[in-house]
């Protein structure tokens, strides 16, 4: 039982060491269209990403995952042609992306 504490810290370090640490950027964009709710503002986005989301699924070694990318110029292309503009006060519409 004295063992236990001694393995339980020898595996934090190991975990510690093996996770590297991507830096995450948070990008923000916000559109605003004139007489567009909120609603409305959720529906274009949501219909938005769906054009510009690109789907990879991935398969080794008996794991699997899903992994989704985005086309920002194709967002923001698909936006604009709803109608909606860039605008520092408008609906947001966020994404993170890793640093490599």
Same mark, same amino acid.
């Given at each position: 039982m004295?063992s236990?504490p001694i393995?339980l810290c020898?595996a934090a370090v190991?975990?510690c060491q093996? @996770?590297?640490? $991507?830096?995450v950027?948070?990008?923000?964009?916000?559109?605003?269209?004139?007489g567009a709710? @909120?609603? /409305? !503002?959720?529906?274009d986005r949501? /219909?938005? %990403?769906d054009?510009a989301? #690109?789907?990879?699924?991935?398969s080794?070694?008996?794991?699997s995952?899903? #992994?989704?990318?985005?086309? %920002?110029? @194709?967002?923001?292309?698909c936006m604009?042609?709803r109608?909606?503009?860039l605008?520092p006060?408008?609906?947001r @519409?966020v !994404? $993170?992306?890793? /640093?490599s």
């Open positions: 004295r236990f393995v020898f190991i975990l093996s @996770a590297q640490a $991507y830096p950027y948070k990008i923000t964009f916000r559109f605003t269209k004139p709710s @909120a609603t /409305a !503002f959720v529906g949501s /219909a938005c %990403l054009t989301g #690109h789907r990879y699924f991935y080794w070694g008996g794991h995952m899903l #992994h989704v990318g985005y086309d %920002l110029h @194709a967002f923001g292309r604009e042609s109608g909606y503009r605008d006060n408008g609906y @519409a !994404f $993170y992306t890793l /640093a």
